[in-house]
């Protein structure tokens, strides 16, 4: 329990100049941000996604997928490839410490970065909030993962994943194999822009 | 003739008459007439004296020191701030017990401890018209020596032509000029040349191909001592090697992309290093600077005000609050979006158009010199396998062991020139192998001299991932003078922000160009009498 406090305590918020709140990431996870950026915010560059605002069961499937080798091991997948050998570092109870962290930073809503037509896409939701929810705000017990918080250049980048088979294409991996049929519902790369136009309207109405 | 039409050349032909060569190229950098080649012989930085300006450095990577050298000399208070755990950036030279901080793949360098087994991982040579680079050198006692860039000892090989079999760079190139020069002596003693050309002018032809080429009397190709004899030359006479076959040579790459390596604008010999290793450069510029440098500090969040900017970085688990009157950042372009930050969208834009670059290298500790045996004393051997590479120590002749570059990547194919990132991805001990085999291709038994191995992916480095900034065409067009002059007081710097990325001479050019703007602002801002600066 001692060693649970100092953790909390090493991650509260602390006040930066012009309003902003930067989290010290634990000693042990600075490097997590080097590439997911100051409060994990996510960095187009490096084709990082955000990871301020995932859930922490998530965060941890996740970890556990690269770690396992579900992703990162498509030869297309160069992010995916990056990230793996650093979630394979980690043992179990540093995946529940990264995890915890995680929930602690919080950062400015992602801007909306791509075109798309919301109002088709927004049909095109439908079959996705059967697992996503109504609104993207995800549901545990489906095992879908809220996605407003999701930097929009990164859901595209990860819808094609799913499509060209270059992620879920792991038979033991449930979760994914289920996300990559999905995927197959939505025919080209407009379609792909189209709905995560919509999706980034649910983020706006979630701010207001 | 008054002064107010005289003509500029006029003007300068009166110069040089009264004060000579140097007083015109000194009148004509002064009107703007002349590119400036030259070192910064000195930036003639204004002091600000008491007004006591506050700088923050990010990056303490050669753009960063030199930009605290100059200004705590005339009279600012800087402060530099460094993510990683050490000074120098990408100037990296490996010994015995060093770290290599790659993502996900800690090394620790285990070279045998000897000065002369060391390894520069970043930069590696310096050529003559560096002169930023040579200026500093100079000014700052780095003693350096000659290292030779090219070898005609050394090989080209190639696994589409001879059968995959090393050829001396020497022959591949006495022999292709032969042939060359021979079909040049043929089409113009021919009259196959449809030229107009004097008889005079054919006669100099012919006996410019015989001399290029090595050529016979009658303009025929049979060989030459230019590829090294085969044997004898001391206690009987020579005896010339017999040609490649022009078949094979044509099919090697070799002409194409490595035989003119040495002659290209930065690799021209003689190029340069450091006695001991690069970083004593480094180690210079800490000896000559008081400025204080916090390694292991992370910059969160960069905030620029309209009288200075705000940083806020992580040291050791606490938050750091830094509120400076300027601020010169190298950080790596691609890392900015990471960082919370005000920059107008255009500026963000600009940083984030360059491209991470994927240069990579390894380092090979051979248990024997066996390169010297094979009358090879420093220089490069170029191959069309992966590694691309392998270069042999110009310092260290004759000692046991020496460190061997081993392979040196660009993030391409070597074989197919198209984006590759494989190196990347392996694991260091994958490397060593992978850098053997390839070796093994070359010199008999290579694999089996290896010792020990560091690999520098400089695109998984902690704090780096890159090494090499790309831009494209466009972005250059479009945003390189927005990211080279500063925005407010916030200065983007290093080699990423110059026509040299991956060139230390990049780095120093940026911080010189960056001072020089600050100083024009200063002074303007002292000679408008407001006293603040």
């Given amino acids: 329990m001692k060693h649970i406090s100092l953790l909390v305590c090493l991650i509260l918020p602390t006040a930066a100049f012009a309003d902003e709140v930067v989290v010290i990431p634990p000693q042990k996870f600075v490097y997590c941000t080097v590439c997911h950026g100051a409060d994990l915010k996510g960095n187009r560059n490096i084709e990082a996604p955000r990871l301020s605002g995932m859930e922490s069961w998530y965060v941890a499937r996740q970890l556990e997928a690269f770690s396992t080798g579900w992703r990162g091991t498509h030869e297309t997948d160069l992010p995916g490839i990056e990230m793996r050998p650093m979630a394979g570092a980690l043992s179990a109870a540093e995946i529940v410490e990264a995890t915890r962290y995680v929930a602690a930073v919080s950062s400015p809503p992602p ?7 919301a109002a088709r896409g927004a049909s095109l939701y439908q079959s996705c909030a059967a697992c996503h ?76 | 003739m008054n002064a107010r039409n005289i003509s500029r050349r006029r003007f300068l032909e009166l110069v040089g008459a009264a004060g000579g060569a140097t007083a015109v190229y000194q009148t004509s950098l002064a009107l703007g007439l002349m590119e400036e080649t030259g070192a910064p012989a000195s930036l003639n930085l204004l002091n600000v004296g008491k007004a006591r300006k506050s700088v923050a450095i990010l990056g303490a990577g050669m753009a960063g020191l030199t930009i605290a050298y100059e200004l705590e000399r005339a009279g600012y208070d800087c402060r530099i701030i460094e993510a990683s755990h050490r000074i120098g950036g990408r100037n990296l030279t490996l010994r015995s017990g060093d770290i290599v901080d790659e993502m996900g793949n800690k090394q620790v360098c285990q070279f045998d401890d000897e000065p002369h087994l060391y390894f520069n991982a970043g930069p590696a040579r310096i050529p003559g018209h560096h002169r930023r680079v040579l200026h500093y050198c100079k000014l700052l006692g780095v003693d350096l020596e000659i290292m030779a860039n090219d070898s005609r000892r050394a090989y080209t090989q190639d696994p589409d032509a001879f059968d995959g079999r090393p050829i001396q760079k020497r022959e591949f190139m006495a022999d292709a000029r032969g042939f060359m020069s021979e079909l040049l002596y043929k089409a113009v003693n021919t009259s196959a040349f449809d030229a107009p050309m004097s008889d005079e002018d054919r006669a100099r032809i012919l006996e410019f191909a015989v001399a290029f080429g090595d050529l016979d009397p009658n303009g025929l190709y049979k060989g030459s001592n230019r590829a090294g004899y085969a044997s004898g030359g001391f206690l009987k006479a020579g005896e010339l090697k017999g040609t490649l076959d022009f078949s094979e040579l044509l099919k090697s790459s070799f002409w194409r992309y490595g035989m003119h390596f040495a ?83 255009d500026y963000a834009s600009g940083l984030a158009s360059l491209e991470r670059g994927h240069l990579s290298k390894i380092g090979l500790q051979m248990k024997e010199r066996f390169w010297e045996k094979e009358e090879i004393y420093g220089g490069i051997t170029s191959t069309t396998q992966e590694i691309g590479e392998i270069w042999y120590p110009s310092h260290g002749i004759f000692k046991q062991k020496g460190i061997v570059l081993g392979a040196y990547l660009f993030g391409f194919s070597r074989r197919t020139r198209a984006p590759s990132n494989f190196f990347e991805k392996m694991t260091p001990e994958e490397r060593i192998r992978f850098a053997g085999d390839q070796g093994n291709n070359i010199h008999k038994g290579y694999s089996g001299y290896i010792e020990n191995g560091v690999s520098i992916p400089w695109g998984r480095m902690n704090h780096m991932m890159g090494c090499g900034a790309g831009w494209s065409d466009e972005a250059r067009t479009q945003y390189f003078s927005r990211l080279q002059n500063p925005e407010g007081r916030h200065y983007m710097v290093g080699d990423q922000i110059s026509y040299h990325t991956s060139w230390q001479e990049g780095a120093f050019a940026s911080a010189e160009y960056a001072l020089q703007d600050l100083d024009k602002r200063v002074r303007a801002d002292m000679a408008a009498g407001a006293g603040t600066v």
């Fill in chain 1, 133 to 208: 929810g109504p609104r993207a705000e995800g549901d545990e017990s489906l095992g879908g993962p809220g996605l407003t918080t999701q930097n929009d250049w990164y859901l595209v980048t990860q819808l094609k994943n799913y499509r060209n088979n270059v992620r879920g294409h792991v038979a033991e991996d449930t979760y994914g194999q289920q996300m990559r049929a999905a995927a197959q519902l939505l025919g080209d790369d407009t379609e792909i822009l189209d709905v995560v136009a919509y999706i980034s309207t649910l983020k706006q109405v979630q701010e207001n």
């Fill in chain 2, 263 to 345: 002659e290209t604008e930065d690799w021209a010999a003689p190029l340069m290093t450091p006695v001991g290793g690069m970083d004593n450069i480094v180690k210079a510029f800490v000896r000559h600077i008081r400025s204080p440098i916090t390694l292991n500090a992370q910059v969160q969040s960069i905030q620029l005000r309209n009288d200075g900017v705000d940083i806020v970085y992580n040291h050791k688990g606490r938050q750091h609050k830094f509120a400076a009157d300027y601020c010169f950042n190298s950080i790596p372009a691609h890392f900015i979006d990471g960082i919370h930050n005000n920059f107008p969208a």
């Fill in chain 1, 111 to 117: 801007p909306s970065t791509i075109g798309g037509d």
